[in-house]
């Protein structure tokens, strides 16, 4: 995600544990579940949902599991009834941060994130506090050892594509929001391979964090992003490389 692609890449890795799976797997169901309620359970028709399904086989998930997930989304089968959330908050100094989610709680899921925030010398806020430092686009990132700038520039401006961006050891395309899906096909249509695709909040400045205050920040995302109800976290901060490589040596 732009905003910390860079950092993103190479923070500290955690490690493959069952408890760790087994959070990634429920996020995954309860987006497959959102998806299927908002759009129908029609892979094809369902843009969001065929981008859910495609997540879930690339963790390998059971087909047993994502089938019933969508069941569950579209109402042939009970279960809990989940709906998309997006959280404001500040982290340390004047970071602002967004938190996508999906919750069968809101009220729950808003005093827990807010504890987090408090916890990482950060506040969440109301709705716009944090909004309108980030732009909503369609994000989608390429290998840059496969991909040539040349082959980009022409097939993705030629898309539809409103920018691109050298992000370290990846391109990445911007689109308006509702162009992501078009643009991406058309990349991969012209053989250029596409490594990820997705609507984001994308920070319109970068705000530079060094010494503690970064790893407080990198530590606010990972408490954030651990918690079921998150899907996404973004922020406006950038860490310089030379701090990055103390921070992950730590």
């Excluded at 879930?56 to 042939?76: F, V």
Aim: hydrophobic residues 40%.
């Amino acid at each position: 995600m732009s905003g910390h692609s860079k950092w993103a890449t190479i923070k500290r890795a955690k490690g493959k544990t069952d408890a760790a799976r087994g959070r990634i797997f429920t996020k995954l169901i309860r987006e497959v579940v959102t998806a299927a309620r908002i759009g129908g359970g029609d892979i094809d028709a369902n843009p969001r949902l065929r981008k859910a399904v495609a997540d879930c086989r690339a963790q390998q998930m059971p087909a047993d599991n994502i089938k019933r997930a969508i069941q569950r989304g579209t109402g042939e089968i009970a279960g809990a009834a989940y709906e998309d959330v997006l959280y404001e908050g500040t982290g340390p100094g004047g970071t602002l941060f967004l938190v996508e989610g999906t919750t069968d709680n809101r009220n729950r899921s808003a005093a827990e994130l807010r504890k987090i925030f408090e916890r990482h010398s950060g506040a969440m806020g109301g709705a716009g506090g944090a909004q309108w430092a980030f732009d909503r686009l369609g994000t989608i990132t390429l290998d840059k050892s496969a991909v040539t700038e040349d082959q980009l520039m022409e097939a993705a401006l030629s898309a539809g594509a409103e920018d691109y961006r050298d992000e370290g050891d990846v391109w990445v395309v911007y689109t308006p929001p509702n162009d992501c899906d078009t643009v991406s096909a058309a990349l991969e249509a012209a053989k250029l391979p596409v490594q990820s695709s997705k609507v984001a909040w994308i920070p319109k400045n970068k705000k530079p964090v060094t010494g503690r205050e970064a790893e407080v920040c990198l530590n606010l995302v990972d408490a954030l992003d651990e918690h079921d109800d998150v899907a996404n976290v973004y922020a406006d901060f950038d860490i310089s490389e030379e701090d990055l490589a103390k921070l992950s040596a730590g």
